[in-house]
C-alpha cells in the first residue's frame, strides 16, 4: 500500500526528546462534508491545516497516512495488517504510535491489534472523533493532542505498553472496550475493566491496571490470515433452520454464540444436540454475553450445563470485539485445535478476567 508521509517539527532549530508516530485510516476524525452533504475521508494535510497546536507540542510528530482513508466500516483484515506492519517498520524509531481510525469499528481494530502485536513495550494509542476536526465544537483535537502525550509520557520507559483507545478525557485498554454512543462525546466503555487512565487537568494513571513490563521476549507482528468465524446472538424465537443453516456454512471454524446474562442459551433439543454435534465435527463455540457488565458463568444454571457438557469455551468477561479478533488471531498463529481452545479459555493479552 502507497502512503503519504507528513513530518512535523522536525528539521526545526527545536530539538525534541520523544517522538510519536501518527497513522491515519480515516474516520469522522478526517472527514469533511462533501457537496451533498454526506461526510468523507479526505487527506491528513488538511487536519494539520486545522490543527495549527499540533506544531507547538514538544514531539516530534510524523504523520503516515493510508492512501485511501477509510470510513471504518470498510475496515478489512488488509487493513489491520497494514496498521500492525507500519508499527514493525517504526517500532524502534517512536517512543509511542497513534492510530487514528474512525470511531465505528475502532474497539474491534484496537481489539485485534492487541493480539497482532506480540510482546508490545510501547504505547499504541487509538483514537478518533464524534465530529470532524474543522467542525466547531469538534472534540477531535482534545482526543488528539491528549493520545499524543499518552503515546509520549514516561521516563525513561513509557508508562503505557499495551494497545489503548483514548476518547473524551479517558484511556481504555483497547480489547475491553466498546462504541456505545453514537451521538454523544463518551463513545467507548470499558464495563469489565476500570480506566488505565482519566485525563483532567493532569493525566492520571491508574498504574495497578496497566499491562505489566513482561520483557524481554522482542517484539513481533502477526498477519491476519483470515479463517471463517461466524457470530450469532441468541434471541426469543430463533429459528432452527436458520441456526442450523448457520452451523453448516462451508469452512466455519469457529462460532461465538452471544448468549442471554451469565452465558444462558435455551435448553431445547434441537439446540443443544446441533452444538454438540458442530462441536464434535470440530467446531470452536466461544460463549460471549450479551450483557456488556458481568460474566459468564457456564454452569450457574441449567440454561447453560448443556453448554459446558458440549464443550463450548467460556469467554468469562470478554466482549464481543476481543471474541472475534481472539478466534482470527489463534487461528492464524497455531495450526492445533486443542492449543487453539487451550489458548482461547485463559487470558491471553489482560482482554479478559481469571
Ligand atoms: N463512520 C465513521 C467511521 O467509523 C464514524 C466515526 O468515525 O466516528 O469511520
Known sequence: MEHQIIKINQGSARTFRKSVLIIYTGGTIGMAYADDGILVPFDFEKIITEMPSLRAMDLEITVVSFAQPIDSSNVTFEHWNEMAKLIEQFYSQHQGFVILHGTDTLAYSASALSFMLENLQKPVIFTGSQLPMGAIRSDAGQNLVAALQIASCGTPGPIVREVCIYFDHILFRGNRSKKVESLHFDAFKSENYPALAEVGINIEYNYAVL????????????????????????????????????????????????????????????????????????????????????????????????????????????????????????????????????????????????
Open 211 to 354: 499491562a505489566e513490563v513482561t520483557e524481554k521476549e522482542p517484539f513481533k507482528i502477526y498477519s491476519i490470515k483470515p479463517v471463517c468465524i461466524g457470530l450469532v446472538k441468541l434471541f426469543p424465537g430463533l429459528e432452527e433452520s436458520y441456526f442450523k443453516h448457520i452451523l453448516s456454512t462451508p469452512g466455519l471454524r469457529a462460532l461465538v454464540l452471544e448468549t442471554f446474562g451469565s452465558g444462558n442459551a435455551p435448553t431445547s433439543a434441537w439446540f443443544t444436540h446441533s452444538i454438540a454435534q458442530a462441536i464434535d465435527n470440530g467446531l470452536v463455540v466461544f460463549n460471549v454475553s450479551q450483557c456488556n457488565g458481568g460474566r459468564v458463568i457456564q454452569g450457574r444454571y441449567v440454561t447453560s450445563k448443556h453448554l459446558l457438557e458440549a464443550g463450548v469455551i467460556s469467554g468469562r468477561d470478554i466482549t464481543t470485539e476481543a471474541a472475534l479478533s481472539k478466534l482470527q488471531f489463534l487461528f492464524t498463529k497455531y495450526q492445533n485445535l486443542d492449543q487453539i481452545k487451550r489458548v482461547l479459555a485463559s487470558p491471553l493479552r489482560g482482554e479478559m478476567s481469571n
